[in-house]
């Protein structure tokens, strides 16, 4: 259990990790804490946005939809590689999941299928929307991969989680497909040669 770090100190890992950064707004301030707590985090979580275009996938992650208020995450990876922050504290990205897979996440052992959303995993979670279509033929350029890589890694280093607190959003709640077009076990080995 773990309370989530200040924004400033967010902000220092993902530089010392070597992520490039562009802070968005008043990112720090910009959440949805007045719809419930944020924290005790346990882990990191990837989507993909389905959209195309850096400059508007970034718009989108920190307004929202007319269905879903934003922040939609607290970074948005676009394709060059660049993380931006969009929002801090409670955001709109995991919505209700599977309580065995939190518990899972915790005890950092092998994810059980996610059969039931019972849980709100936007107080648990920090969320990473990536820029791409999700439609299983939007390529993934390598430094945006990298870039995926690194903000897992470094949110995880700082607070002494392994690979396995890094999970997508299709093993959270059921009917998810995010993220398409690479795999979450492929992510973790990345991540965890990366924390070694």
């Known amino acids: 259990m773990a309370p989530p770090m200040s924004a400033g100190t967010f902000l220092d890992v993902l530089r010392d990790e070597g992520v490039t950064v562009v802070e ?4 720090r301030e910009h959440n949805r804490n007045h719809k419930g707590p944020w924290g005790p985090v346990h882990g ?17 992650c920190y ?6 208020p934003g922040p939609l995450c607290h970074g948005v990876v676009t394709k060059d590689g660049t993380v931006h922050l969009v929002g801090y ?5 995991a919505g209700p999941g599977d309580d065995d897979v939190l518990r899972a996440v915790i005890a950092e052992k092998a994810l059980p299928p996610d059969n039931e959303a019972n849980t709100d995993g ?18 993934w350029p390598e430094a945006q991969l990298e ?31 995010d993220p398409r077009g690479f795999s979450m076990a492929w992510l973790r080995e990345r991540v965890r040669d990366r924390l070694k």
């Open 147 to 177: 870039a995926i890589e690194k903000v897992a890694a470094a949110v995880c280093r700082q607070h002494g989680w392994s690979e396995r607190s890094v999970i997508g959003h299709l093993e959270w709640q059921p009917g998810k497909v």
């Open 63 to 68: 307004d929202g939809r007319p269905d879903l």
């Open 89 to 93: 504290g409670r955001a709109n990205h």
């Open 122 to 139: 936007n107080r648990h979670f920090y969320g990473f929307e990536c820029e791409n279509l999700g439609d299983g033929e939007d390529p």
């Open 24 to 27: 968005v707004g008043d990112w």
């Open 44 to 60: 990191v979580m990837i989507h993909h946005t389905v959209t195309h275009g850096a400059e508007r996938t970034v718009r989108i």
